[in-house]
């Protein structure tokens, strides 16, 4: 008996080993349980096999997909009698997502923009739990380093419900101290104005740097090691970032840096397909020579890289990549740069997807590649760069995918639009008055591209008001229009003895000429109203008193080759402007001339130095308008006030017909520790206004004024605030000194 029972078995698990499963087709699918979600709905989700034969497997299959829809809390499928049966139970709506337990509406938006359960969406239990994870850890990377999040729901009638989340933020974690340990080669100080994180201190009002944020020290880790990498410690390791638990919420954030020994640039050797000519990558070699025996350095790497990248798109080879090896021999590093041919396609199509506001046309002109062209990965990645630079979107994604053909190829762009408009106010106050400013603006008015604004100025002794709207690419033409009216009511009655109102209308376009060189081309009118002070003005100054209707022609050239548009360390800028009359009462002929060049040395310390000059003249013999003489900028000259340097008429300052600057400037080292927001710099001013087109003006025409003085740079909480000391060491005889200057400005 027991065999007999034995091969029973034997054949039951033959049986089911050669036909594992049923299989049965259907003729008919019904749904139940659903309200919301349609019947179509449910079936594109189940993805039913197109043969109508189901077994054991498809059906767990249909199970899987609809509870994986995220639709349904409950799913149950069988089949009977040829008819696929489908009962669900629709997961509960959500009405409204409540977060409790947070005051700042800045830290509550946060919260609500990376909850994947929102407002009418669908209810689960998976993503309620993903949402508290989330929550938890936003709220650490804020600096609260023991934050509970609990959830709860209240249900309503027809399946609806509103979803509370009540959070406790504790304690922020403040950051008492910051160390360095290990083979660091640089001071403590040195290194703490490399990261972002930074000492909680009581001054540091809204300063979220002072708190623990992983983010940041992640992001702090990678400041350092580029630094340096860009030092010559090419293996540098930051082996650990940790917070140390010091109690009363207050922690020691260390960095462990390992920086291993300094390498130098050796030999820098390019490689190029044999059908290239080696001319047109010429400057590189120039390049090459400059770095040997220089410091290791990535920055110097990633220059070589770009140049090779201009040189490819100028030249247009169309089919080329580059790539970098090293070999290290000793303390030595030799490169070698290899430019090589690639696969040869073209794109087939270009789409965008999420621009709901922003119209296609605008992004379309603003791209690099087009469809048909040859494909190039440093005009796609241009492209890409140059939708994020509009400042329309959160986010700009790039995808290439397979084209319909084995050549060809597809980008999809996805954007995530963000808010384009901003209303603006700001006050400033110094040592010359103050200023209040006002502002409205929109960079994407009605999905255009088009740029609007108005802006309203009062100070002491001038308001000014301008309302602009500029298109960056009109017409696709990848030049500016820009169309601007502007008031301006000046009142120097009692400073420089004449007091003006001019409202005008200007039009200008400006375009990228060459590699960056700029121009722009603008026309303006004016129409001004001259008063003069009749007690104390010269007859000469007196005869200028009535209405002038004047129209300028004016145009710029920019050479731009800064690294960089903020707090340069290297490189140069060179402006050029005319303004030329065209139908006025006054033709007055303005030319200035502005170069700035900035080094770095000494690591991170960057001296700068420029030139600054002007000519005006009038082309109908007459004396140039007072409104239109040259009065150095404010920050041309420090240790003189404003304006109150060269020649004189009676009591009044009136400016001259030429005006000369040199500036040299140098960073210094971190002075004060305890105050890493902030830089020190020295500096050396010359400058001059003469040219005297004036009966009986008097002023010192030879007479160069100069000054030299520390500037110190606060950035503060309520704004940047910055000091000049200045010692003049030459001046005229009736220059006004002033040796001290300060500025506070913010916005809010």
């Not at 080669?185 to 930074?198: A, M, Q």
Request: glycine share 6%; aromatic share 14%.
């Amino acid at each position: 008996m027991c065999v007999y029972k034995f091969f029973f078995k034997i054949l039951i698990i033959l049986f089911l080993i050669v036909n594992p499963s049923w299989s049965e087709d259907f003729d008919n699918v019904l749904i139940t349980g659903n309200d919301r979600i349609s019947d179509q709905t449910i079936l594109v989700f189940s993805e039913l096999p197109d043969n109508n034969f189901l077994d054991e497997n498809s059906l767990n299959n249909i199970l899987k997909k609809l509870y994986n829809s995220g639709f349904f809390s409950n799913v149950q499928v069988k089949l009977e009698n040829k008819k696929l049966m489908i009962d669900v139970v629709e997961n509960p709506i959500i009405q409204t997502v409540h977060i409790d337990g947070i005051e700042k509406k800045k830290t509550k938006n946060k919260i609500y923009d990376i909850l994947l359960l929102k407002d009418r969406s669908s209810f689960n239990a998976t993503s309620l739990k993903n949402d508290e994870i989330n929550i938890i850890n936003l709220l650490k990377n804020e600096g609260y380093y023991l934050p509970n999040v609990t959830s709860s729901i209240q249900k309503f009638d027809d399946n609806k419900i509103d979803l509370f989340y009540s959070i406790k933020l504790g304690n922020k974690a403040k950051i008492s101290k910051i160390t360095f340990l290990g083979d660091k080669k640089y001071k403590d100080g040195k290194l703490r104005n490399i990261i972002i994180s930074e000492e909680y201190k009581f001054w540091k009002i809204i300063s979220g740097k002072k708190f623990l944020n992983e983010n940041l020290i992640n992001y702090d880790k990678r400041l350092l090691e580029n630094f340096y990498k860009n030092n010559g410690f090419y293996n540098v390791i930051i082996e650990s970032s940790f917070a140390n638990y010091l109690g009363d919420d207050k922690f020691e954030l260390i960095f462990n840096i390992s920086s291993g020994k300094k390498y130098f640039f050796n030999n820098l050797v390019l490689k190029l397909p044999d059908d290239y000519d080696i001319i047109n990558f010429k400057k590189l070699e120039l390049i090459f020579n400059d770095l040997k025996g220089e410091n290791y350095s990535i920055n110097s790497i990633n220059k070589i890289l770009n140049e090779i990248d201009k040189i490819v798109l100028n030249k247009q080879y169309e089919f080329l990549k580059s790539t970098v090896s090293e070999i290290i021999d000793d303390n030595l590093i030799n490169f070698t740069f290899n430019i090589q041919d690639t696969e040869k396609f073209y794109v087939e199509k270009i789409n965008i997807f999420g621009n709901n506001i922003t119209k296609e046309e605008v992004l379309r002109n603003n791209f690099s590649i087009d469809e048909g062209d040859a494909f190039n990965e440093l005009l796609h990645k241009r492209t890409t760069n140059n939708l994020k630079s509009l400042n329309f979107f959160k986010n700009v994604d790039s995808e290439i995918i397979d084209g319909t053909l084995d050549n060809q190829k597809v980008i999809n762009f996805t954007v995530e639009e963000k808010p384009t408009g901003e209303i603006s106010a700001g006050a400033g106050v110094g040592s010359n008055g103050g200023t209040v400013a006002f502002g409205v603006n929109e960079n994407n008015f009605l999905g255009n591209g088009v740029e609007f604004g108005s802006d309203l100025s009062i100070s002491s002794s001038t308001v000014q008001g301008l309302i602009s709207i500029n298109n960056p690419n009109y017409q696709g033409s990848n030049r500016s229009l820009k169309l601007s009216v502007e008031n301006k009511s000046t009142d120097y009655l009692s400073t420089f003895g004449y007091k003006s109102n001019k409202t005008g209308f200007n039009v200008g376009s400006g375009f990228e000429y060459y590699d960056n060189l700029y121009l722009n081309l603008g026309f303006s009118t004016y129409f001004e109203n001259l008063e003069i002070n009749d007690s104390t003005a010269s007859p000469t100054m007196k005869k200028q008193k009535g209405n002038y209707f004047d129209t300028f022609f004016n145009y710029t050239f920019a050479y731009d080759m800064r690294d960089q548009k903020f707090k340069p360390t290297d490189g140069y800028i060179s402006r050029f402007t005319q303004n030329v009359p065209l139908l006025s009462e006054s033709y007055d002929l303005k030319n200035t001339y502005d170069l700035k060049l900035y080094n770095k040395f000494l690591n991170e310390n960057v001296l700068s130095w420029g030139v600054y000059a002007a000519v005006i003249n009038s082309l109908n013999n007459k004396n140039v308008k007072l409104s239109d003489r040259l009065f150095l900028p404010a920050n041309k000259l420090r240790g003189f006030e404003f304006g109150k340097i060269g020649p004189k008429d009676g009591v009044d300052f009136i400016g001259g017909n030429y005006a000369l600057t040199f500036n040299a400037s140098s960073t210094l080292p971190q002075i004060l520790p305890n105050f890493q927001n902030s830089d020190f710099s020295l500096f050396f001013d010359a400058a001059n206004v003469w040219g005297i087109d004036y009966d009986g003006a008097i002023g010192d025409g030879g007479k160069i004024r100069s000054s030299i003085g520390i500037a110190i740079d606060l950035y503060t909480p309520i704004g940047p605030l910055n000091f000049s000391f200045s010692e003049p060491i030459m001046k005229g005889k009736y220059d006004i000194v002033e040796k001290f200057r300060f500025n506070l400005g913010t916005t809010f």
